[in-house]
């Protein structure tokens, strides 16, 4: 064997020797990071001041793992991401950098998923809360609706019209038997759909835009709406003879100013009662 030769072959026995040695020193520092495990460690934080002058210190409890420190301890993921990156330094030290660098854009590519997994939880956690929001307000709207002014007027009317729709059946039966004169009495009279005032219209409308209020959902023509109708109620003389009235004017006076004044006609002769009510 020549020297030259004898001297390549030393030499690859010992880059042999020095890729193991390399080796078994990435291995146990591997091994290291695949075995650590989180430590609570005491941190110090700000005093809050004392009012005596005195500096009791405080003294708060973090969480440490592979040179990151947590104020919580870590999750499954942050765990994860540690040992990508500390095994990512391991490679990077030891004289691997590829393979360093491909741990490195794992871990990067772990942190981005995180964030769009964050990002997508918190816009559905939104959509549901938005969903939920809604689903409330339609209750809450059917509940204004079942006891609103105009309901109450649609149910007493309603309730009539079977009254009387019971009595007409009745009637019609006894007629068909026979029955005349005084015995089979008048035929009953069908009710008169109770009248739905501006008052009525002003309360209504007011209840639903408090709760529209109460939702962030008022409606503008709604607001517009209800700005008209309390305009239709001044223009037509509603506020001036109410404040007549009170004032202890006649029904003819009061009369007077509304029917000059207002769209609307008022007539003395429909008026059961005018006394007050204390």
């Known amino acids: 064997m020549s020297f030259s030769s004898g001297f390549a072959t030393g030499l690859q026995a010992r880059e042999m020797r020095d890729r193991r040695e390399e080796e078994k020193k990435i291995r146990a520092e591997m091994a290291q990071v695949g075995q650590a495990m989180p430590e609570q460690v005491a941190t110090d934080m700000p005093a809050p001041v004392d009012p005596s002058g005195a500096d009791p210190g405080a003294?708060?409890?973090?969480?440490r793992f592979l040179g990151q420190?947590?104020?919580?301890?870590?999750?499954?993921?942050?765990?994860?991401?540690?040992?990508?990156?500390?095994?990512?330094?391991?490679y990077?030290?030891?004289?691997?950098?590829?393979?360093?660098?491909?741990?490195?854009?794992?871990?990067?590519?772990?942190?981005?998923?995180?964030?769009?997994?964050?990002?997508?939880?918190?816009?559905n956690q939104r959509e549901n809360e938005a969903a939920?929001?809604?689903?409330?307000?339609?209750?809450?709207?059917?509940?204004?609706?079942?006891?609103?002014?105009?309901?109450?007027?649609?149910?007493?009317?309603?309730?009539?019209?079977?009254?009387y729709q019971s009595k007409l059946r009745d009637y019609q039966q006894r007629q068909a038997a026979g029955e005349t004169g005084p015995r089979l009495g008048l035929a009953p009279t069908p009710p008169?759909?109770?009248?739905?005032?501006?008052?009525d219209n002003l309360a209504d409308a007011t209840?639903?835009?408090?709760?529209?209020?109460?939702r962030g959902k008022v409606d503008p023509n709604l607001l517009m709406k209800f700005g008209e109708m309390v305009r239709s109620i001044q223009s037509e003389g509603v506020k001036e003879a109410t404040q007549a009235l009170q004032g202890g004017a006649p029904l003819d006076e009061v009369a007077r100013m509304f029917n000059a004044a207002g769209q609307g006609k008022f007539?003395?002769?429909?008026v059961v009662s005018d006394k007050t009510i204390q």
């Not at 590829?98 to 816009?123: C, D, H, S, Y």
């Not at 929001?133 to 079977?162: I, P, W």
């Not at 209840?207 to 109460?214: D, F, M, N, P, V």
């Open 192 to 199: 008169a759909r109770p009248e739905y005032t501006m008052a």
């Open 92 to 123: 990077m030290r030891n004289g691997n950098p590829e393979a360093g660098l491909r741990l490195q854009q794992m871990a990067q590519q772990g942190v981005r998923e995180e964030a769009r997994f964050a990002q997508e939880t918190r816009r």
């Open 69 to 90: 420190t947590y104020d919580k301890p870590p999750s499954q993921a942050d765990m994860l991401k540690a040992r990508t990156q500390a095994m990512a330094g391991v």
């Open 59 to 63: 003294t708060t409890t973090a969480t």
């Open 207 to 214: 209840g639903l835009i408090a709760l529209q209020s109460r």
């Open 132 to 163: 939920d929001d809604e689903s409330a307000y339609r209750r809450d709207l059917k509940e204004f609706s079942e006891k609103s002014r105009l309901r109450q007027n649609e149910s007493v009317y309603g309730k009539a019209m079977e009254d």
């Open 267 to 270: 007539d003395v002769a429909n």
